[in-house]
């Protein structure tokens, strides 16, 4: 059974920011509506980690679990991984504001796959984020997106490349063609409508 309640929340940033999450779950504010996730599984974490490990730290941060602040947006999404030039964000502070960020990168799960392809593309391209990467491996491909244009709910990248696993992929922003080859598969799930 569940239960639902129906009522407004008048501050949603406010009920979000003090929300006590339970351990092993995680929390994003997207578009006014708060999402709770369990823990991601051992072949999300080891395409996060595999990507990690190919990105130069001489010149990126590429950090796991860090929120994001998008200026004039109800958000603040935790992509799976954030890279940041090194001097672009200095910090204090639990979120690093999306201008700062060269490169976000969300690995897709029958859960998350609809957020990933929709509604977290159209808030990142409205935050400018240069470099949008969707690893999913029930499709066994990766999408990157590129070129943000317009703004709100009607935000999107222009261009948009695909590759599949095995393939290398050129990550221009950082200058780095990413191998995909030691990335992990899940079965397949009825075809989402996104590419």
């Not at 823990?39 to 950090?63: A, C, K, M, S, T």
């Not at 200026?71 to 603040?76: D, R």
């Not at 964000?89 to 957020?115: C, H, Y």
């Amino acid at each position: 059974m569940t239960a639902v309640d129906e009522r407004p929340i008048t501050d949603t940033v406010e009920t979000f920011e003090n929300l006590e999450v339970p351990e092993g779950f995680k929390t994003e504010l997207l578009r006014g509506e708060i999402v709770m996730t369990a823990g991601p599984d051992w072949v999300h974490n080891l395409i996060v980690l595999f990507v990690e490990r190919q990105i130069p730290i001489d010149n990126w941060y590429p950090v796991q679990t860090q929120d994001l602040s998008i200026p004039g947006e109800s958000v603040q999404p935790q992509p799976d991984l954030v890279v940041v030039e090194h001097g672009a964000f200095e910090g204090p502070g639990r979120l690093v504001p999306a201008p700062a960020v060269t490169l976000v990168l969300e690995v897709a799960s029958k859960s998350s796959i609809d957020r990933d392809y929709g509604v977290k593309r159209s808030i990142y391209a409205a935050g400018r984020v240069p470099a949008y990467l969707i690893i999913d491996p029930m499709e066994a491909h990766c999408v990157l997106l590129t070129e943000p244009v317009g703004s709100g709910e009607a935000a999107d990248y222009r261009l948009e490349r695909t590759a599949k696993f095995g393939d290398p992929l050129l990550l221009e922003a950082l200058g780095i063609e990413l191998d995909t080859s030691k990335f992990g598969t899940l079965p397949p799930i009825k075809q989402h409508r996104r590419p």
